[in-house]
């Protein structure tokens, strides 16, 4: 793991579904085996590039997101790695008995892409919006579960999990991330990056919520506080060594996730300290609540997926701490 932090936190000049596209089509250049299927959003996901350089290797089922899973479960029994797309929700809830079985019970070598992860689907309201698909696919076992931040890290762990045999599901906003890695960095999947030091409380970040988590640490400095920030950007399996190392040295834990609260982020990040270093925890997520229509900066405040709220919780935690 080689990790270098960027100079400054700005919208990527290449959105992050273009950069998955590019990085499968350099894979696919050197290895032919590894086909693409998506669920007749090719366009939206930005495969078409892909589909002309290797029209044999490519894959529209239709909306068909289950026998989508079933197709790619078939091409891995053949020797084949097939990287599966559809959004977020019909990649995950509308068929995870296929994943669960097809894939990992078989232990198959799959790799599923869940695109517009939790209110990154914006307009495409609440059908689309995925508040639950970590937690629903923590139940396969021995699956690994991703949340790559900006497109640096995309491109590392896309061709990471390229060579890596097993089940995969990688939740991929489509658009723009703010950039957080320089360029070159390489990431190690399993492992915590601390993005921050700070010895008064612990914020574990993931996703669109990592720039929140850092721009929260920022204003809270200058009240005093001292805040590290730590970017878990693998759910499964979780870092406990960093959970319980960072409960040690700070005393006070935040989870910060665009996902429901709920058997995501922030529950499996509880059931480490539950069992191992008892600290005060607090939460911030999706709070049992189905989606809506509107913009991302609309929604995070309809959710309270902010930099402010993630201050609000880390003043609480804080309270608790010195009870």
Request: hydrophobic share 45%.
């Amino acid at each position: 793991m080689s990790i270098k932090l960027a100079e400054k936190r700005v919208n990527e000049e290449i959105a992050m579904r273009d950069m998955y596209a590019k990085t499968l089509m350099t894979l696919a250049e050197k290895n032919e085996n590894i086909v693409a299927l998506d669920a007749d959003l090719m366009s939206s996901m930005g495969m078409m590039p892909f589909k002309k350089a290797y029209p044999d290797r490519t894959f529209n089922v239709g909306i068909q997101e289950a026998n989508m899973i079933g197709v790619a479960a078939g091409m891995s029994a053949v020797g084949l790695i097939p990287f599966a797309h559809s959004f977020g929700p019909f990649a995950t809830r509308r068929c995870f008995d296929q994943i669960f079985l097809s894939c990992g019970y078989a232990k198959l070598n799959v790799k599923i892409t869940g695109s517009d992860p939790g209110v990154t689907a914006a307009f495409n309201g609440g059908t689309h919006m995925p508040f639950e698909d970590m937690g629903i696919l923590r139940n396969v076992p021995n699956i690994t579960i991703l949340e790559p931040v900006d497109s640096v890290m995309l491109e590392n762990i896309i061709e990471q999990i390229a060579d890596k045999y097993g089940v995969f599901y990688t939740r991929l906003l489509r658009k723009n991330a703010v950039k957080i890695y320089e360029n070159g960095s390489t990431f190690e999947i399993g492992k915590s990056i601390v993005l921050r030091d700070g010895k008064d409380v612990t914020i574990f970040a993931t996703g669109i919520m990592v720039a929140e988590a850092l721009k929260a640490a920022d204003e809270l400095d200058k009240e005093g506080i001292s805040v590290r920030v730590e970017n878990m950007f693998t759910l499964k399996p979780i870092d406990k060594e960093a959970i319980l190392n960072c409960a040690k040295e700070t005393g006070a834990i935040v989870t910060a996730e665009n996902h429901s609260i709920l058997n995501g982020l922030g529950s499996a990040v509880a059931e480490v300290i539950a069992e191992n270093e008892l600290v005060p925890l607090e939460r911030v997520g999706v709070e049992d609540r189905f989606g809506q229509v509107g913009p991302v900066d609309y929604l995070k405040e309809q959710y309270n997926l902010t930099y402010k709220d993630i201050m609000s919780k880390v003043k609480k935690v804080l309270e608790r701490k010195s009870k």
